[in-house]
């Protein structure tokens, strides 16, 4: 599928300009919606304030969600990434529990951003956090991180969705992925190509997942899979750092996106009727939850 290269554009002109991602991203938000630069960003504060509170709560014990299906997992990640003995390393594992719990503050009807969407509003907070905390980035880099991951989202959804029920859960998951990426890339001092690199390789891994919710629930596998979204993002973000670039530019796995979202059967877009959702247990789990499959 073919779409105007829209990415490269904001790329091209940021390396240009010899300025990050968000300066161009804000700019052009600023001259959009004629409002102040100064207002912009401290409402992108105010979110801020709201994920990273969901992050401190979210991996806190005695979490339940409405239906009870999840609970302290967040929690239990987190205390196993502090023991030492996390295979993936301390860094990833925490970030993957915190994206977990700001999952969980979400399904216990807690104030999360949905960013992209409420499930899967965990990705982009624990990534952003964690990594500015590897790299001492203060809040203002977050901040401007924040922008960038709009700038794609945006693009995103303009283009594709953000929607499980439009497109599967490549359109949420995949995309707070790729924006987490790019994001944590521009935090750690990359340059605007290596975020769109870290962007692409990003969605490409999760290019194809579909939204198969058990029960119709935002929560299973919606919580775990906020948690490998932040894995995830973390990785393409080391590997764009690292010099690795995607062969396939960004603006076309999002074309790609669309494509597969077009092709992707209803019965595999949020409505529960085949995947996960149709398993033996999940629909066991329904039963006793509603009574009723
Ligand atoms: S499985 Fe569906 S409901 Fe759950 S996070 Fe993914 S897109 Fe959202």
Redesign the pocket.
């Known amino acids: 599928m073919i779409i105007r290269p829209v990415f490269a554009e904001l790329v091209e002109e940021a390396e240009k300009r010899g300025c990050p991602l968000s300066e161009i991203i804000l700019e052009r938000e600023e001259r959009e919606h004629a409002v102040p630069r100064r207002e912009l960003w401290d409402k992108m504060r105010d979110y801020w304030q709201t994920m990273s509170q969901a992050v401190m709560e979210g991996v806190q014990a005695g979490k339940k969600s409405l239906s009870g299906l999840i609970g302290d997992e967040a929690f239990q990640l987190k205390k196993y990434a502090e023991s030492g003995s996390a295979l993936g390393g301390r860094t990833t594992t925490l970030a993957a529990a915190r994206a977990m719990g700001v ?1 969980t503050v979400s399904v216990s009807m807690g104030k999360i951003v949905a960013a992209p ?4 509003c965990g990705i982009l907070p624990a990534v952003l956090l964690t990594a500015a905390e590897q790299t001492g980035a203060g809040e203002d880099r977050i901040i401007g991180g924040l922008f960038t991951a709009a700038g794609i989202g945006r693009i995103i959804d303009d283009t594709v969705s953000t ?3 439009s497109a ?2 490549q ?3 995949g995309a707070a992925s790729c924006m987490a990426a790019a994001a944590a890339v521009e935090i750690a001092g990359g340059t605007p190509a290596q975020a769109a690199h870290a962007g692409a390789i990003a969605l490409k891994s999760i290019l194809g ?5 058990v029960a119709g629930l ?2 299973i ?2 919580i775990k ?2 948690a490998m979204g932040a894995a995830n993002a973390l990785l393409a973000a080391d590997m764009a750092m690292a010099g690795i670039e995607s062969r396939i530019p960004i603006d076309e796995v999002i074309g790609a996106m669309k494509e597969i979202g077009d092709l992707m059967p209803g019965s595999l877009r ?1 409505t529960a009727q085949a995947g ?1 959702a149709n398993t033996p247990t999940a629909r066991a789990i329904e039963r006793q939850i509603f009574g009723t499959e």
């Open positions: 999952g969407t409420a499930g899967s929607s499980g029920a599967g859960c359109a949420e998951c997942l579909v939204c198969d919710p935002v929560e596998p919606c899979r906020n949020e996960l």
